[in-house]
């Protein structure tokens, strides 16, 4: 059974970066299959797509993160990260791991319980 | 960026009902399109993708249709479970993945 487990710190400063962990068991996470992502909910609101690698080591990035984000793979670990840069109070959200199929149609399959980060002082 | 909009926003209908959500794109994205439901304080789980296909282990009263730029996710007679909101997800960009605003479920 797949479990995607998020890790990181709960509050960060503002203008400092975000950094989570993203633990797969169950999986192999160089699989071609599954690609991996990033999704983020603001407390209230709706999903936002934050960022997807793809076993190639290929990264998409939402365009209105894209100069802050970057998402990479420990295949070693089996972990894949996020780093979020500058961060502000708009950033607060709860923050989701997932796996995407790579041979349908780029669906979530699979996500992590979720991390809430808080950015404040 | 695709814009995905759903409606309605929200949604009052009782147990036993048949429930109607739809979905539009802006512009066409073939059968590129999911569907997930969210429980408060959950994460949200894939109910319907490529537009109509059933994910193992959902239940047969959700069902998804259409093509192009408009989609809908049905629900054929509500249960108390159901009761969540409702996100439909793009896939046809791969370089920008979007979801809907969601459509919350609420009982009448």
């Known amino acids: 059974q797949l479990q995607l487990q998020e890790s990181g710190p709960g509050l960060v400063k503002p203008s400092e970066t975000l950094s989570l962990t993203c633990s797969v068991s169950?999986?192999?996470?160089?699989?071609?299959?599954?690609?991996w992502g990033w999704i983020r909910q603001p407390p209230g609101k709706g999903l936002e797509w934050i960022g997807t690698i793809f076993y190639s080591g290929s990264t998409y990035y939402n365009p209105s993160l894209e100069s802050r984000v970057t998402i990479s793979v420990d295949t070693s670990k089996s972990q894949f990260s996020l780093r979020l840069n500058s961060v502000t109070a708009a950033d607060t959200a709860v923050y989701y791991c997932?796996?995407?199929?790579?041979?349908?149609?780029?669906?979530?399959?699979?996500w992590g319980q979720g991390i809430l980060v808080t950015v404040s002082s | 960026d695709i814009q995905m909009t759903q409606s309605p926003s929200s949604l009052s209908a009782s147990v036993g009902d048949r429930v109607t959500i739809t979905c539009r794109a802006s512009q066409y994205i073939s059968n590129y399109l999911n569907w997930y439901q969210q429980k408060p304080g959950k994460a949200p789980k894939l109910l319907i993708f490529a537009a109509s296909s059933l994910q193992s282990g959902v239940p047969s009263r959700f069902s998804g249709s259409g093509s192009g730029t408009d989609f809908t996710l049905t629900i054929s007679s509500l249960q108390p479970e159901d009761f969540a909101t409702y996100y439909c997800q793009q896939s046809y960009s791969t370089l920008s993945i979007t979801f809907g605003q969601g459509t919350r479920l609420e009982i009448k």
């Open positions: 997932a796996r995407g199929d790579n041979g349908s149609k780029l669906q979530i399959d699979y």
């Open positions: 169950g999986a192999s996470i160089s699989s071609s299959t599954y690609y």
